[in-house]
Nanobody, 122 residues
Framework: VQLQASGGGLVQAGGSLRLSCAAS????????MAWFRQAPGKEREFVAA????????AYADFVKDRFTISRDNAGNTGYLQMNSLKPEDTAVYYC????????????????WGQGTQVTVSS
C-alpha cells in the first residue's frame, strides 16, 4: 500500500483543515488507519485511529471533540477533519495503516504517507 497525505497548510487559530490520505491498492479496506503528528524537536505522537470496519475510533485526549477521523474504502481515501485548531497543533501530520487494532505506538503500522505540514498561527 502506498499512501499520499495532503491538505495541510497555514490556518489561524480556531480555523479548520481537512487532511486526506489517498491509498493505492485494493487492500486499503483491510487495514486500520491512523494519523500521527510530529512537531519540531518532538517525537511522533498518535492523533487518531479508525478500525477497518469504519466504525470504531480512537483519539488522543488532546484532539477529542475537535478532530474526526473517517475513511472512504470505496475511494481508498482516509480523512482527518480538524476543527478549532490551536497553535500547539502545528506539526507534520502523517497517515499510516496497519493490521493491528489499535496502538498509539508508530512501530506496528506497516505503511506510512510522506506527511503534510499543518501550521496554526495565533
Amino acid at each position: 500500500v502506498q499512501l499520499q497525505a495532503s491538505g495541510g497548510g497555514l490556518v489561524q487559530a480556531g480555523g479548520s483543515l481537512r487532511l486526506s490520505c489517498a491509498a493505492s491498492g485494493r487492500t486499503f479496506r483491510r487495514y486500520a488507519m491512523a494519523w500521527f503528528r510530529q512537531a519540531p524537536g518532538k517525537e511522533r505522537e498518535f492523533v487518531a485511529a479508525l478500525h477497518w470496519n469504519g466504525v470504531n475510533t480512537a483519539y488522543a485526549d488532546f484532539v477529542k471533540d475537535r478532530f474526526t477521523i473517517s475513511r472512504d474504502n470505496a475511494g481508498n481515501t482516509g480523512y482527518l477533519q480538524m476543527n478549532s485548531l490551536k497553535p500547539e497543533d502545528t506539526a507534520v501530520y502523517y497517515c499510516a495503516v496497519g493490521s493491528t487494532w489499535y496502538t498509539v505506538n508508530p512501530g506496528p503500522y506497516d505503511y506510512w504517507g510522506q506527511g503534510t505540514q499543518v501550521t496554526v498561527s495565533s
